[in-house]
């Protein structure tokens, strides 16, 4: 894995962080670049209990050596990382391998022509396909939440890689595809995901400012955003 080192000093770093709000009884949302930055929380929520993960992606990021003759760089491989599949050092920090089990997962938004889907059906991984959640993006959600939402869990994590939307609306990312989400599907998918009291969580990620100079899609989705944080998403309080 590229700057595996560095990364794993940093997953520690923020998932120390993470903690800490999460301790406080804090709502956590993380702006941050690349899809490894979910490791830090995936480690932070491992050291707590047991919580499951919303991968929402335009890929399904479960590239490993044993489906891919190119490894290395964990955006691409972050699903299967935070599920105990890769190198110990940044799988096993803390000696807490897997951080998430593979039922504890979901993913949703890939595209038709995803090459990991047989790894991740493998796994047991519930998943929805882009044009699926484009079909009920509320029923998607309802479907998450009917998974997650288990006695044995102690809540979940969103993870967003903004990729999901279709190239025509996000094109500032690093692999714009077509097929994928507008707008109103994202805000019909969070919303309720959000919204849930499991959910103590949500990590944003992919959005190049480089490739939008003038603004135009960071202000969508920044409106995006603001919708589904707002109103509906509860207020933690925290514990005496």
């Not at 940093?10 to 903690?19: E, M, N, S």
């Not at 956590?28 to 047991?50: D, F, M, Q, T």
């Not at 391998?97 to 504890?104: A, E, F, I």
């Not at 969103?158 to 109103?184: K, T």
Request: hydrophobic share 40%; proline share 5%; with cysteine.
């Amino acid at each position: 894995m590229f700057n595996a080192e560095a990364m794993a000093a940093y997953t520690v770093q923020l998932a120390d962080r993470v903690g800490k709000l999460l301790d406080d009884g804090q709502f956590v949302v993380l702006l941050g670049g690349e899809c490894s930055n979910l490791l830090g929380p995936a480690l932070a929520l491992r050291r707590r209990g047991r919580y499951g993960v919303v991968y929402l992606d335009g890929h399904s990021d479960m590239r490993t050596v044993d489906n891919d003759e190119y490894v290395g760089a964990a955006g691409g491989e972050a699903l299967a990382l935070v599920t105990g599949r890769g190198q110990d050092d940044l799988t096993d920090l803390g000696g807490l391998k897997p951080y998430v089990r593979d039922t504890d997962a979901v993913m949703l938004g890939y595209r038709e022509d995803e090459a990991y889907l047989d790894t991740l059906r493998e796994a047991g991984i519930p998943d929805w396909s882009a044009l699926a959640v484009i079909d009920g993006p509320e029923a998607a959600a309802a479907g998450v939440l009917k998974h997650l939402e288990r006695d044995e869990l102690d809540g979940f994590w969103v993870h967003l890689d903004v990729d999901i939307l279709d190239a025509e609306v996000m094109p500032a990312v690093d692999s714009p595809d077509p097929g994928g989400l507008q707008h109103e599907h994202l805000r019909e998918l969070l919303k309720p995901l959000l919204a849930s009291p499991g959910c103590v969580g949500f990590n944003i990620g992919i959005f190049d400012p480089d490739l939008d100079p003038d603004g135009r899609y960071a202000a969508e989705l920044t409106d995006t955003l603001v919708a589904v944080l707002t109103s509906d998403t509860p207020t933690r309080v925290p514990e005496a």
